[in-house]
């Protein structure tokens, strides 16, 4: 089925095609050949194949989703898909002028991609391709079959391209954030002593499912423990709990900590959370368009460092949108293994930044805010910013 010109009329692509035009030309990139599942939703405007979300493997080989972006000239984009997204395309059509429902696997989709790159005059092009998102299988066919080209890391193009979200983009952001915050707090509340990790997380999972996000993980401790995994370790009176999870909505991710504790909070718990706010605010209070978001880190970090928990705490922030750790990338190999090439960047209104503050208490466990702000021309807006004290455990 080959669906070459399948559209009637043309329609718009769902980003800033100018925005993408100059970062490819900064990058030295001709035409984008972009593989991964997030860029992939970003340049179709939201759109992620349900049949291939959870698992990409299908017999052999593997769903290979596939754009291809020539930089000024929209109007020679395509989509490389699955086959069964021919029905996808019927119900909601997808915007780039070419659209190939053509494979199973990634040798299919290689050269298919091959084909088209022919097409418009992209044989020896500067091609941007995403390494750590290209099988070998189908790099083997792009140098074999486009031997006159030159292959451009576009791993940080896309990274610049998504740092600053859209309104929609915000708006699933925070969404996301609010649900899993209403998740983690009714969970909190519903558990009691004796219930264990393992029944709590699946509460959790049934919490934001049931709320329309699509579960990601959930990392719990309890009482004065540091291991986050599943297990059948058991809530007792007097322990504190710590939730960190995941959700998903409409591709975006929500990523926040909230504290739990059975029975009433006594003062030493009161005072421990109390040094990690305090860390979390002097974050939070450098965070602006225009600001350098290493100043944001220095500066938490030096509060931090005055604190009686420093030596037993940690702080760090990340951007996040589509994945957990995005641009503005501003600390480095901490606690993700990148560098921290944006730290002395300005902050531009619509960043996303996930910040955390997270002790490791010896006989207290392990205690953690974390919490998700969109950068604003005069400051920030917080995203699910309900239960950020002690939530407390369902009475015995």
């Known amino acids: 089925m080959d669906i070459d010109a399948l559209h009637t ?3 718009v692509a769902p980003f800033d095609t100018s925005r993408l035009d100059t970062l490819m030309e900064q990058a030295g990139i001709d035409v984008l050949v ?8 970003y340049l179709l405007g939201g759109y992620r194949f349900i049949f291939f979300s959870a698992m990409d493997a299908i017999g052999h080989s593997r769903y290979l989703p596939v754009v291809i972006y020539e930089k000024g000239r929209a109007d020679n984009a395509a989509y490389v898909a699955n086959r069964m997204e021919g029905g996808e395309h019927q119900n909601r059509p997808f915007w780039t002028p070419a659209f190939y429902p053509q494979s199973w696997g990634t040798l299919d989709a ?4 091959v084909e088209h790159l022919t097409k418009i005059g992209k044989r020896e092009a500067r091609i941007g391709i ?7 299988d189908v790099y083997r066919v792009f140098c074999d079959r486009l031997d006159g080209a030159t292959f451009v890391d576009a791993t940080g193009m896309l990274e610049r391209m998504r740092a600053v979200k859209a309104p929609e983009e915000l708006e699933k952001l925070r969404t996301a954030s609010e649900r899993i915050t209403d998740a983690m707090t009714t969970t909190i509340a519903w558990a009691r002593e004796g219930t264990t990790k393992t029944e709590i997380i699946e509460r959790l999972r049934r919490e934001e499912t049931n709320r329309g996000l699509q579960f990601e993980y959930c990392l719990l401790t309890l009482g004065s423990s540091h291991n986050r995994a599943a297990s059948d370790q058991a809530w007792r009176e007097g322990e504190v709990l710590s939730i960190d999870s995941g959700g998903n909505y409409k591709g975006y991710i929500g990523d926040l900590c909230r504290m739990g504790v059975l029975g009433d909070p006594d003062t030493e718990l009161e005072d ?4 990690v ?20 880190i220095a500066h938490a970090e030096s509060v931090l460092k005055a604190s009686k928990v420093a030596a037993f705490t940690d702080f760090f922030a990340h951007g996040m949108g589509l ?11 901490h606690p993700v293994t990148y560098e921290g090439v944006d730290a002395a960047r300005p902050l531009e209104a619509g960043m996303v930044l996930s910040v955390e503050t997270t002790m490791l ?6 205690i953690k805010l974390e919490d998700t702000l969109a950068v604003t021309a005069d400051g920030y807006e917080m995203f699910g910013e309900r239960g950020r004290g002690w939530n407390l455990g369902a009475a015995a």
Do not use: Y
């Open 9 to 11: 009329a043309r329609t």
């Open 110 to 113: 290689a050269a298919r991609a």
């Open 130 to 136: 995403e390494p750590s998102f290209l099988p070998v």
């Open 34 to 41: 972009a593989t991964s599942k997030h860029n992939i939703q």
């Open 361 to 366: 208490h010896p006989s207290r466990g392990f």
């Open 272 to 275: 421990l959370l109390s040094e």
């Open 277 to 296: 706010e305090t860390v979390q605010q002097a974050a939070f209070s450098k965070i602006r368009a225009g600001a350098a978001g290493g100043d944001m």
């Open 323 to 333: 994945i957990t750790h995005e641009a503005p990338f501003l600390v480095t190999n």
